[in-house]
């Protein structure tokens, strides 16, 4: 089935660093990409959508500057974290939608645990 | 615009007991509907969706839901539960007209009981 990886797992990083996560789509080609961020016990949040190619699109709220979304091949999208600070510790995870899959589909990533100290 | 709403944040159930988890939606175009399961310190995965068709839907792990489009609702059931059933479990929606961004519900907790 449809397999989606992210890496790191897990990553501590100081304040005023940045960090790249990595976000692969192991078995099919995804030109659609999307990246959430999830608060301890709170729900999944759309922060962009990624596109093969082209610049991400940024949910309302989020800072284009601050999180930078590459996605420059069909199975690579890469979200960086930069000048991070304690308040971007969170639990990142992606999706990938298959190009050759119907539109409505989305296969998760195991998420990573982001904490900035 | 879509919403979803699940009215349960934390459940408990005894094990082999039948559980429902709510989810009630808000939208102005006709939705695809979804349900998935987190496990503790992972993504999420697909346990069912409904996207036409017959309103009752069956996934894995032997959950199914009911599209119930006069209530704006997707709840979902499972007839007895077991302990591996512990985990968070989210309701999604999506436009069905090719916009595909998902709007989550804030989920609900599941904790199955021995």
């Known amino acids: 089935g449809a397999v989606v990886s992210q890496h790191p797992s897990r990553v501590i990083c100081k304040s005023g660093t940045s960090v790249k996560i990595e976000c692969r789509s192991l078995?099919?080609?995804?030109?659609?990409m999307f990246w959430y961020r999830q608060f301890p016990k709170q729900s999944l949040m759309l922060m962009a959508t990624s596109n093969e190619g082209s610049k991400a699109t940024y949910e309302q709220g989020v800072e284009k500057d601050k999180f930078l979304i590459n996605h420059a091949s069909l199975t690579l999208s890469t979200l960086t974290v930069t000048s991070a600070h304690p308040e971007d510790s969170s639990f990142y995870i992606c999706?990938?939608?298959?190009?050759?899959?119907?539109?409505?589909?989305?296969?998760f990533g195991p998420g990573t645990r982001l904490t900035v100290t | 615009a879509q919403s979803v709403t699940q009215l349960d944040s934390q459940v408990p159930v005894f094990e082999e007991a039948p559980v429902e988890l709510r989810c009630n939606y808000s939208s102005s175009v006709s939705v695809y509907l979804f349900w998935y399961v987190q496990y503790p310190n992972q993504g999420l995965q697909l346990l069912l969706k409904?996207?036409?068709?017959?309103?009752l839907v069956k996934g894995i792990n032997g959950f199914e839901a009911e599209f119930n489009k006069s209530q704006t609702s997707f709840h979902l059931r499972k007839p007895s539960v077991h302990i591996s059933d512990t985990a968070e479990y989210f309701c999604?929606?999506?436009?069905?007209?090719?916009?595909?961004?998902?709007?989550f519900g804030t989920g609900t907790r599941l904790t199955i009981i021995p």
């Open positions: 078995d099919f080609q995804a030109t659609t």
């Open positions: 999604a929606v999506s436009p069905n007209f090719g916009n595909e961004k998902l709007t």
């Open positions: 409904y996207l036409s068709g017959s309103t």
């Open positions: 999706s990938a939608r298959d190009a050759g899959g119907p539109s409505y589909e989305q296969y």
